[in-house]
C-alpha cells in the first residue's frame, strides 16, 4: 500500500452481493480505514448531511448508478447542488456502459466512471487505482465545507 493516508469509503451501492464482495477486498487488501454503506443515493445524503459524526475528514465515494429511491445521477445532482458537499470526490462504479451514463456522469465532475466488469477480478484494479489516486491527489477537507452548515 502506498498511501501517506489511509483511504475513508463510503460505498452507495444497493446490490447487497456487490457491497460484500468489495467490503471484503477492500478489507483484504487493507485499503480503507473506515467504510460506510448506503443502499440508496439519499440514504447516501441523508448521512453525509446530517452525521458529520460518521463521516471522515477526508472520503471519497465509490457509486452505483442504477438503484432504487434516488438513483447515482440523481444523487450526483443533488450533491453538486449542495454547498458544502459540492467538492466530493466520486467515482462511478456501475455495471452501464451505456455512453448517456459516462456522459452524464462526467457532466457532474465525477473523478472516474468504472464499470464493474473492467475493474478486475475481485475488485483488484478498482483498489489499486483508489489506492494510488489517494496516495497522490490532494483532497478536499469536507468538514471545512461542513461548519459552515453546523454552527
Same mark, same amino acid.
Given at each position: *500500500?502506498?498511501? +501517506?493516508? /489511509?483511504?475513508?469509503?463510503?460505498? &452507495? ?7 460484500? !464482495? ?7 487488501? #487493507?485499503?480503507?480505514? #473506515? @467504510? ?8 447516501? $445524503?441523508? $448521512? *453525509? #448531511? ?10 471519497? &465515494?465509490?457509486?452505483?448508478?442504477? *438503484?432504487? +429511491? *434516488? %438513483? ?6 443533488? $450533491? ?5 458537499? #459540492?467538492? /466530493? &470526490? &466520486?467515482?462511478?462504479? @456501475? /455495471? ?14 465525477? !473523478? ?5 466488469? +473492467?475493474?478486475? +477480478? %475481485? ?5 489499486? @487505482? $483508489? %489506492? ?20
Amino acid at each position: *500500500m502506498m498511501s +501517506r493516508e /489511509t483511504l475513508n469509503v463510503l460505498l &452507495v451501492e444497493d446490490d447487497l452481493g456487490d457491497a460484500k !464482495a468489495l467490503l471484503r477486498a477492500m478489507r483484504r487488501a #487493507r485499503i480503507a480505514e #473506515r @467504510t460506510l454503506h448506503a443502499k440508496d443515493g439519499q440514504e447516501a $445524503l441523508d $448521512l *453525509m #448531511r446530517n452525521d458529520a459524526a460518521a463521516c471522515p475528514e477526508r472520503y471519497v &465515494v465509490l457509486l452505483d448508478l442504477n *438503484m432504487p +429511491r *434516488m %438513483n447515482g445521477i440523481e444523487f450526483l445532482k443533488a $450533491l453538486r447542488q449542495d454547498s458544502a458537499l #459540492r467538492r /466530493t &470526490v &466520486v467515482f462511478v462504479l @456501475t /455495471t452501464s456502459s451505456d455512453a448517456v451514463d459516462v456522459s452524464a456522469a462526467h457532466e457532474m465532475n465525477v !473523478a472516474g466512471y468504472f464499470v464493474k466488469g +473492467r475493474v478486475g +477480478r %475481485n475488485f483488484e484494479d478498482l483498489l489499486e @487505482t $483508489l %489506492n494510488r489516486y489517494w496516495a497522490l491527489a490532494e483532497l478536499p477537507n469536507m468538514h471545512a465545507s461542513l461548519q459552515g452548515r453546523l454552527q
